[in-house]
């Protein structure tokens, strides 16, 4: 009889995982169970008035680098070519990203020309940045927080402002306790390799080959910087749900997994309330944390590891404003912390993706809401209630955005533990996780955004790499 694999979590690394066991020329029997009623994890998309979209979770995804490649290769493979929304190179929404600093919008400069210009609230132009960057040397340390290296490199302004809003945007997160090495590791090999994070960039660090289909050509050339899908992001794990039913995966929903243990002959017993299966491989696309209450007592080292993984929760605010104008045109705006505790960016919805804005078009913003306010609210006991999470999303599209009048639809969602904070020293937990597998050989493999990138491209990939480790082969296109 062939193997069996069972894949924890529904989110899309789970989803990835499943399709890519599913594409083997020898494909084994593929369990996919997830503990709620929908496929998608983070990924979910709702329909408004007159069938705009709201996202809740994710709304944009990049098409750069090999992986970005990979996601649009899947997209294809699903027949999703058609519905894809891209934002092209010289849209408003690809070029004008905002700063939100000292009660005013500034738009981030781009090309050389912006780099030797004054920026407000940069003192200089940030040319002055870069050619500190030049000449400082390679730092020693195995890793650093995001403001140490962005500070020792870049100068404190560019620390302080621009990758403290970065951090805020990317992870929800404080740049002052995020690890550069695994939050932005193309910045760390860029110096590592090139001394100098330009000159890295520059000269690039990809070596791995790209893959081609007519949809990454077509956003090659018309140098697309994000894109989603006409009927909202959610249609992608949707469609992998669709395929993997179709090559005769059993996906399992409102099952959630209550304990592994191990049997005799290394197999694992997965307990589902009242039932139970037998795995020869566990694939977990389940949150670190998540994992590391289920494992049994011959795993408590690395359940141990997987528990310090933590996540920070972000609420999530939806507005729509009927006749309603935004003051610029961009993708949207960050605010660091010392600007705003509570406020970590506003989405422009409605620029980049007007197709998403239904027939009765309305004004789309998305706030989000979180980093240390949030954290102490949370930690207070404190109830947290919706009004309270509507009031100051409305608050900051008044006071940032001058929009004053009454939202004509609104959307509140908490998302508790929603992103994972790659704190300092992530890489070594890694590392200790990984050994510990290899010497206990469990049959087990990690996948998921706990671990290394929390982009959907990357989760997309955690899932791809489990299932060739689990395969122990290359995979069919
Ligand atoms: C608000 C927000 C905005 C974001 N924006 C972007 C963006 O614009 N672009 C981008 O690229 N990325 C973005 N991200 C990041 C990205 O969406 C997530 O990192 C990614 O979706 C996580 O996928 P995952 O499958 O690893 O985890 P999850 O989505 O968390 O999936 C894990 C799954 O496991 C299930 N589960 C948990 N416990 C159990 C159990 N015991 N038994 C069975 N199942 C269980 C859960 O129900 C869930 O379905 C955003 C994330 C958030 C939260």
């Known amino acids: 009889m062939g193997r069996t694999v069972v894949v924890l979590g529904g989110g899309i690394s789970g989803l990835a995982a499943s399709y890519y066991l599913s594409r083997a020329s020898c494909p084994p029997k593929v369990v996919l169970v997830e503990g709620s009623k929908r496929l998608g994890g983070w990924i979910r998309s709702i329909r408004g008035p007159g069938g705009a979209i709201f996202e809740l979770g994710p709304r944009g995804i990049r098409p750069a680098g090999v992986l970005g490649a990979q ?31 000292g009660g005013a919008l500034h738009l981030l400069p781009t090309g050389l020309r912006g780099l030797l210009r004054p920026s407000p609230p940069f003192s200089k132009p940030l040319f002055w940045a870069g050619l500190r960057d030049l000449t400082k040397p390679r730092g020693k340390e195995p890793d650093e927080t995001v403001h140490s290296f962005a500070q020792r490199r870049l100068g404190p302004e560019v620390a302080s402002l621009a990758m403290d809003s970065l951090c805020r945007g990317v992870f ?11 939050c932005f590791p193309s910045l760390f090999q860029a110096e590592q390799s090139h001394r100098s994070v330009i000159l890295g960039l520059l000269l690039g660090t990809e070596r791995r080959p790209q893959p081609d289909s007519a949809l990454i050509r077509r956003a090659r050339a018309e140098r697309w910087t994000q894109w989603s899908l006409r009927g909202g992001l959610e249609m992608l794990p949707q469609a992998l749900d669709s395929h993997l039913t179709g090559r005769g995966v059993h996906v399992l929903r409102g099952q959630p997994v209550c304990g592994l243990s191990l049997q ?4 694992w017993k997965v307990s589902l309330g009242d039932s139970s299966l037998e795995a020869d491989h566990i694939i977990s696309a389940l949150p670190a944390s998540e994992l590391s209450k289920l494992l049994p007592a011959e795993a408590a080292p690395l359940a141990h590891i997987l528990s310090t993984i933590t996540a920070v929760s972000v609420a999530v605010v939806n507005l729509q404003y009927r006749g309603a104008h935004l003051p610029v045109q961009g993708f949207g705006h960050l605010v660091p912390s010392s600007e705003d505790p509570v406020v970590l960016g506003i989405v422009y919805d409605s620029i980049a993706f007007p197709e998403q804005d239904g027939s009765s078009p309305g004004l789309r913003v998305t706030v ?43 959307l509140v969602h908490l998302h508790k533990n929603c992103i994972p904070q790659y704190t300092l020293g992530h890489w070594q937990k890694m590392e200790s996780a990984v050994q510990f597998l290899a010497a206990q050989r ?17 989760c997309i990939e955690s899932g791809r790499q489990a299932a060739v480790s689990v395969l122990g082969t290359g995979l069919n296109s």
């Open 264 to 267: 005799a002959e290394g197999h």
């Open 368 to 410: 989000m809401l979180g980093g240390s306010w949030l954290h102490t609210l949370e930690a207070s006991g404190c109830a947290l209630s919706q009004e309270l999470f509507l009031q100051q999303a409305q608050d900051a599209v008044a006071t940032q955005l001058g929009l004053k009048e009454q939202p004509s639809h609104c």
């Open 442 to 458: 469990l049959p087990l493999t990690l996948a998921g955004a706990s671990y290394n990138g929390v982009a959907v491209n990357d």
């Open 71 to 101: 996601t649009l290769l899947l997209v294809s493979e699903l027949g999703l070519d058609s519905e894809v929304l891209p934002v092209r190179g010289d849209h408003p929404a690809a070029r004008n990203r905002f700063l939100y600093v």
């Open 172 to 182: 929800a997160g404080n740049s002052r306790e995020l690890s550069v090495r695994s």
